[in-house]
């Protein structure tokens, strides 16, 4: 069974810093290229942006509005997916979810973790 | 960027009756467009890939259709369980794009 458990989130204030942490099971995370998909309180969803898998490169490429204060990463040997967030600023409270994107086949967001709170407030 | 514009904002249904959702891209596409279902308080479900195609586990009353600029979701015969907000999404080019949702609502 596919899971994906997102920790990390809670309050910070308009300028700080938070690392999220995605941890993956059930298939075959180093194979995988895993994104980050957000919501703000009562809004759509937003796309933060995708990452790779290493054997196709490994890069990854952001929203406009997160470009230059986040960064995605990922640790193949801990099955581990990362977010940090940087300079943070009020528009970014939302509920941030963890997702697969491409696996080979197509790209879409076949499974999603549970999502973790981010409130960015003074 | 790909815009996607999807509408109806909300729509008010009854259980058995046939429901579409439309979707429109900025740009041609082919075929690169998935939907989603999101519950109030759950994270969204993958519901159909590829424009056509069903996800693994999805009822077969719920389709999409289109291919270009045009796409659409249709759910042939409400349940009660399919209340809820759906997403459209344009994974053709980055920065991937969502549609606004539209709430279905009894």
């Known amino acids: 069974e596919v899971q994906l458990v997102e920790s990390g989130g809670g309050l910070v204030k308009p300028g700080g810093s938070l690392r999220l942490s995605c941890a993956a099971s059930?298939?075959?995370?180093?194979?995988?290229?895993m994104s980050w998909v957000r919501q703000a309180p009562g809004k759509g969803l937003e796309w933060v942006g995708r990452i790779k898998s290493q054997t196709d490169g490994g890069t990854a490429e952001y929203a406009a509005p997160v470009k230059g204060r986040f960064t995605m990463s990922r640790d193949d040997s801990k099955n581990t997916l990362y977010l940090q967030t940087n300079s943070l600023k009020t528009d970014d409270t939302a509920v941030y979810y963890c997702?697969?994107?491409?696996?080979?086949?197509?790209?879409?967001?076949?499974?999603w973790g549970q999502g973790t709170l981010v409130t960015v407030s003074s | 960027d790909i815009q996607v514009t999807q509408s109806p904002s909300s729509l008010s249904a009854s259980v058995g009756d046939r429901v579409t959702i439309t979707c429109r891209a900025s740009?041609?596409?082919?075929?690169?467009f998935n939907w989603y279902q999101q519950k109030a308080g759950k994270a969204p479900k993958l519901l159909i890939y590829a424009a056509s195609s069903l996800q693994s586990g999805v009822p077969s009353r719920f389709s999409g259709s289109g291919s270009g600029t045009d796409f659409t979701l249709t759910i042939s015969s409400l349940q009660p369980e399919d209340f809820a907000t759906y997403y459209c999404?344009?994974?053709?080019?980055?920065?991937?794009?969502f549609g606004q949702g539209t709430k279905l609502e009894i």
């Open positions: 997702t697969t994107w491409y696996s080979g086949s197509y790209f879409a967001s076949d499974y």
């Open positions: 740009q041609s596409i082919s075929s690169s």
């Open positions: 999404q344009q994974s053709y080019s980055t920065p991937v794009t």
């Open positions: 059930g298939f075959t995370f180093s194979n995988a290229w």
